[in-house]
Structures are given as structure tokens and as C-alpha cells.
């Protein structure tokens, strides 16, 4: 199996920060590569597939980058509503793991 | 609209069986896969396997081998997965989602409400 480590496991940040979450496979995956936000008592919502291309409806402050096992997830000027859990996935091969989450708290 | 709506909470005992279900509308139904995810509390998502609605095949992760099956009911757009000799460790919340591509690339972009499986002893 493909495992998925992200980091950090958490991190404080304020309203208009930039903040990047890293995503690291231990094998190349190409750009199989997803990003998705949970709060709480919710499902996951996804944001970015193929490690860089946004999904429709998602904001232009989100944005993902790289590629084969080291992967980035950039929001630009964070936002109240952006404080959630963040979690990478990969779709390269079965079992589509996933990363252990990103918990983005509020300073 | 696409929707999932998977059936609702459920308590076992350890070593029962329990099965969830995730009524599909908005779509046609046999043309993407049903993946199934579970989130134990405070903890990551962990993907459990995904079945074609088509033909039923499924291919399930190694860690669910043996106890997870995964089924579908075409004539009402409905998919199970069933976990038997449920453990503690199995208590979490299990969601189905579609799988969903572009250019080959696989995600999930429609999710159930999720189904709260408690494990008691």
C-alpha cells in the first residue's frame, strides 16, 4: 500500500495568513493526487484533484502543486470559514489511502 | 441533483455483522463506481474498497479482507457494504462516495451523510 504522510499534523494560523500543508507519498504517484476539507460532524468536501486542478465551485485562494511524492496544498489569505481539517488522497493505485489530516486552527 | 443517502445509525455488539446502505438519485447509478470511507472519531479517513454498480465487482482494501462484502440493488439505485465480526476498533462513522475522474484522475466528489457504527462489547 501507497502511505500518505502529511504534515503538519496541526497548526495555528490568523484570518489573512498564507498556510501550506505538505503531502509526501512513499512511492511516485504522479499527479494522483487529492485534497479535501472536513469540519466537523460533516463530509469531506474536495477541493483540488490531480494535485493542482481546483474543483469548480472551490475559492481561487486554494491552490495544490507537485508532483511523483511530494505535494502542497497553498491557501493563499486564509479565511474564517477555511478552519477545518484538511487531508490529501491518493487515487495512483488501490487502496486510494489517504493522508493522517491537517487540523487548521484559529490563532 | 446528485445525491447518496446512506440508512442510519447503527449499535452492534462485538462479533455481529452490520450492513449500511447508500441510496444513489440524481445520476444514472451503474455508470460510477461506490466507494465506501471510514473516519473513527478524531481520527483520518481510512478507504475501505469500491464496488462497480455494472458488473459488481469490487476490490476492497487488504486490511478489510475476508470481513467486508460489498453489494448493490440496480433495480433501486442501491449500494451495502456489509463488516462482519465487528471489533471495537470498528466503531466510526462510514461514508459512501462516488468515484468520480477527469482524464483518468480519481476522486470523490459526492459523499453520503455518513452512517455512525458503534461497537460495544
Known amino acids: 500500500d501507497i502511505q500518505m504522510t502529511q504534515s503538519p499534523s496541526s497548526l495555528s494560523a490568523s484570518v489573512g495568513d498564507r498556510v501550506t500543508i505538505t503531502c509526501r507519498a512513499s512511492?511516485?504517484?504522479?499527479?494522483?493526487l487529492n485534497w479535501y476539507q472536513q469540519k466537523p460532524g460533516k463530509a469531506p468536501k474536495l477541493l483540488i484533484y490531480a494535485a493542482s486542478s481546483l474543483q469548480g465551485r472551490v475559492p481561487s485562494r486554494f491552490s495544490g502543486s507537485g508532483s511523483g511524492t511530494d505535494f502542497t496544498l497553498t491557501i493563499s489569505s486564509l479565511q474564517p470559514e477555511d478552519f477545518a481539517t484538511y487531508s490529501c488522497?491518493?487515487?495512483?493505485?488501490?487502496?486510494?489511502?489517504f493522508g493522517q489530516g491537517t487540523k487548521v486552527e484559529i490563532k | 441533483q446528485v445525491q447518496l443517502v446512506q440508512s442510519g445509525a447503527e449499535v452492534k455488539k462485538s462479533g455481529a455483522s452490520v450492513k449500511v446502505s447508500c441510496k444513489a438519485s440524481g445520476y444514472i447509478f451503474s455508470s460510477y463506481e461506490i466507494h465506501w470511507v471510514r473516519q473513527a472519531t478524531g481520527q483520518g479517513l481510512e478507504w475501505m474498497g469500491w464496488m462497480n454498480p455494472n458488473s459488481g465487482n469490487t476490490d476492497y482494501a487488504q486490511k478489510f479482507q475476508g470481513r467486508v462484502n460489498m453489494t448493490r440493488n440496480t433495480s433501486i439505485n442501491t449500494a451495502y457494504m456489509e463488516l462482519s465480526s465487528l471489533r471495537s476498533e470498528d466503531t466510526a462513522i462510514y461514508y459512501c462516495?462516488?468515484?468520480?475522474?477527469?482524464?483518468?484522475?480519481?476522486?470523490?466528489?459526492?459523499w453520503g451523510q455518513g452512517t455512525l457504527v458503534t461497537v460495544s462489547s
Open positions: 462516495a462516488r468515484g468520480d475522474s477527469v482524464s483518468g484522475y480519481g476522486f470523490h466528489y459526492y
Open positions: 512511492q511516485s504517484i504522479s499527479s494522483y
Open positions: 488522497q491518493q487515487s495512483y493505485s488501490t487502496p486510494w489511502t
